[in-house]
């Protein structure tokens, strides 16, 4: 499993990184809102953890750019602040999922899985339909 973390603050990066190779998950780190999408584009990730406010371009930005670009990378936002408008925003966007910080390692994997899963069973779907044509 290979997933992009885009995250500013180095601290909280480190530590996402640290504790999915806990997990046994490979990631890359992006600093920047450009630096990710750049990265996003480039690289063939399972998932994406999104921050939401980022230097340069920020993490609604990038999800509109990366959609817009035909990238389907499922989407897991890191939002700072519990606001309805905040989570709204991110899903109207075509983030697939969201977190409020801070919140607790296991509620990330857990929710990392659950979108992987989702995403095998579209990929499923879309075998067997494929299949009866
Ligand atoms: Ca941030």
Same mark, same amino acid.
């Given at each position: $499993?290979?997933?992009?973390?885009v995250?500013?603050?180095?601290?909280?990066?480190?530590?996402?990184? /640290?504790?999915?190779?806990?997990? =046994?998950?490979?990631?890359?780190?992006a600093?920047?809102? %450009? +630096? *990710?999408?750049?990265l996003? +584009?480039?690289?063939e990730?399972?998932?994406i953890?999104l @921050?939401? $406010?980022? #230097?340069?371009i920020?993490g &609604?930005e990038?999800?509109?750019?990366?959609?817009?670009? *035909?990238? =389907?990378?499922p989407? %897991? $936002?890191?939002?700072?602040r @519990?606001a309805?408008?905040d989570r709204?925003? *991110? %899903?109207?966007?075509?983030? @697939?999922d969201?977190?409020? /910080? #801070?919140?607790?390692?296991s509620?990330?994997v857990?929710?990392i899985?659950s979108?992987?899963?989702? *995403?095998?069973? $579209?990929?499923? @779907?879309l075998l067997r339909?494929?299949? &009866?044509?």
């Open positions: $499993m290979y997933i992009l973390i995250e500013d603050e180095a601290k909280a990066a480190a530590h996402l990184k /640290k504790g999915l190779a806990e997990v =046994n998950i490979v990631t890359d780190v600093k920047d809102g %450009l +630096q *990710g999408l750049a996003a +584009q480039t690289k990730y399972d998932l953890i @921050d939401v $406010m980022l #230097p340069g920020d &609604w990038v999800v509109k750019r990366l959609r817009a670009d *035909g990238r =389907n990378t989407i %897991l $936002m890191l939002t700072a @519990d309805v408008h709204v925003t *991110g %899903l109207q966007l075509g983030a @697939d969201y977190l409020v /910080k #801070p919140f607790a390692f509620e990330l857990a929710r899985q979108l992987l899963r989702r *995403g095998q069973v $579209m990929q499923s @779907d339909v494929r299949t &009866w044509r």
